[in-house]
């Protein structure tokens, strides 16, 4: 039986991963749970956590009690919002040792191998974070209303807009626009009901209609992905005046985006080197 383990919990707004090593890097089991938001859901979040870090254990065929043979370090979403990192130091730990981040920051660590370096996120939301050798200063990370520039959810719902207007007759109808208006049976009142509850998850499956639109000629889809391309350099280029090293973009968009950026921020970009477990794993060993 091993003296000590390590493990990294990777939580987002959609699912959680969880990795169990030994100290040499040996894989003893992985696992996916459920979302793991501790801003907007902070109790289920923990909840969450606690029993995949369970299933971890189980699925290593080890007894959970070994946690305090486990140096952890969990990367959370929403961890970046001070008053709930303030809560969260509270939390009492049963581990050998124990750091709680943000699921942006275990990222930056993994993209870069924890050398100096950014990382930008762009999925359902965004958030970016650089590493300076010293600590992780954060760009984003605000929810749907007030940032996520750059994402999934903000180019959705710039779309529906523009299929408001266009049904209203402002702005001309587009393939993009009639097949949005005919998810919604061509009503603006039902898109109104729809938008008084809709996740940002669910805003962002709009996204993959933008770009199937756009390899159709649609020039409002073209359009809205240039937008969405100038806020991505936008927090490239704060990212890169933050830390020296090199910048990775990752999350679902960051592939079907690539061709949208411009030559300039393409320069800046390189692939992420390992995924965010690989940096919780990496920081938990340090």
């Known amino acids: 039986m091993q003296s000590e383990f390590l493990l990294g919990v990777d939580g987002g707004g959609t699912h959680c991963r969880s990795r169990l090593t030994t100290p040499d890097g040996t894989v003893l089991s992985e696992c996916t749970g459920s979302a793991a938001n501790v801003y907007s859901d902070y109790e289920g979040a923990l909840k969450n956590v606690d ?11 080890l007894s959970p009690s ?16 001070p008053s709930t990192a303030k809560r969260l130091q509270q939390l009492p730990s049963s ?24 990382v930008l996120i762009v999925g359902t939301g965004s958030q970016g974070a650089a590493w300076d050798g010293c ?8 929810g749907l209303t007030l ?29 993009l626009t009639d097949a ?45 992905l240039a937008e969405t391309s100038a806020e991505i350099t936008l927090l490239t280029d704060a990212l890169a005046r933050i830390s020296p090293g090199a910048i990775s973009l990752m999350g679902g968009l960051a592939e079907p985006l690539q061709p949208w950026l411009s030559a300039a921020t ?18 938990a060993r340090r």
């Open 51 to 61: 029993q995949l870090i369970d299933n971890t254990f189980h699925a290593a065929r």
């Open 147 to 175: 940032a996520d520039q750059g994402s999934g959810a903000q180019l959705g719902l710039r779309a529906l807009r523009k299929a408001l207007l266009a049904y209203e007759g402002v702005i001309a109808a587009t393939s």
């Open 135 to 142: 600590r992780f200063h954060r760009v984003g990370g605000w």
């Open 66 to 81: 070994l946690r305090c043979q486990t140096h952890a370090v969990w990367g959370l979403a929403g961890a970046n919002v």
């Open 180 to 224: 949005i208006l005919q998810y919604f049976s061509h009503s603006p009142e039902a898109l109104l009901a729809w938008s008084k509850t809709a996740t940002p998850g669910e805003w962002g499956q709009f996204a993959p209609w933008v770009f199937s639109a756009s390899r159709q000629g649609d020039e409002l889809a073209a359009s809205l």
């Open 266 to 283: 393409r320069e800046k970009i390189v692939p992420a080197q390992q995924d965010a477990l690989a940096g919780a794993l990496l920081l």
């Open 95 to 118: 581990f050998a040792s124990f750091a709680l981040l943000s699921d942006v920051d275990i990222a930056c660590a993994g993209a870069h191998q924890g050398k100096p370096g950014a």
